[in-house]
């Protein structure tokens, strides 16, 4: 088992999930962020992933994306990708279960900035989207970061969706949680034990930076 490869393989992955779900959570959280017809099944529909099963997610990825399905085909004869059981459907599985946690965190910083402020704003010639990227989202960049993070650490411990629509491919597709439960299946419960204190070791440094980062957050909005 090549522990340092398992281990950066998991950051990568973690990261580029990430930033895929930056830009679209970030335009989801806006507009949830606001009252208009309809919101409460959107909201629903992105909390979806929260509530059922892993593995049904990973299996609705399998179906959708696999290489006998009409996008899997359209991505392999367009594109010359391959999406199931390759590094691409880790970093989706990564995406689509840490989603929810990203978008809730932001609606809730954006909730939380004064809507008069906006106001001011918007009366100085600002258009909803220059309000928003220049006042809206930098005043609540705290709970936006902090949401990052959360998002981050749901992928560094992502499980059922992956092993589901990418395997458990040492060397390919194999994250420190793929690889957990691989070294419990054997019965290396040392290594298993390495793999779950690293694991750990890496979610508490993030949970950590998350509550230090609203903490600050609340200390901004109590001024």
């Known amino acids: 088992m090549d522990l340092w490869r398992i281990i950066s393989f998991t950051l990568e992955v973690a990261l580029a999930s990430t930033a895929i779900i930056l830009l679209p959570g970030l335009l989801l959280s806006w507009a949830l962020s606001k009252s208009w017809p309809g919101k409460a099944v959107i909201e629903a529909l992105v909390s979806v992933p929260l509530v059922i099963p892993p593995t049904a997610i990973g299996l609705v990825l399998l179906i959708a994306l696999g290489p006998v399905s009409p996008v899997g085909r359209w991505l392999h004869e367009t594109l010359g ?8 459907a880790v970093v989706l599985s990564c995406a689509v279960v840490s989603f929810p946690l990203f978008v809730r965190q932001a609606r809730s910083a954006l909730e939380e900035v004064d809507p008069a402020i906006l106001g001011v704003a918007r009366t100085l010639g600002r258009g909803p989207v220059a309000c928003f990227v220049q006042v809206h989202a930098p005043l609540a960049w705290r709970g936006i970061l902090a949401g990052l993070v959360l998002a981050f650490t749901r992928a560094l411990g992502e499980f059922g969706a992956t ?4 395997g458990n491919i040492p060397g390919q597709t194999q994250t420190l949680a793929l690889a957990l439960f691989q070294q419990i299946q054997v019965g290396r419960e040392w290594e298993a034990m390495k793999l779950a204190a690293i694991s750990t070791l890496i979610a508490v440094i993030a949970l950590a930076w998350v509550e230090l980062l609203t903490r600050s957050r609340d200390r901004a909005m109590s001024r």
């Open 81 to 88: 990708w391959e999406v199931a059981f390759t590094w691409r």
């Open 163 to 166: 092993i589901v629509v990418a």
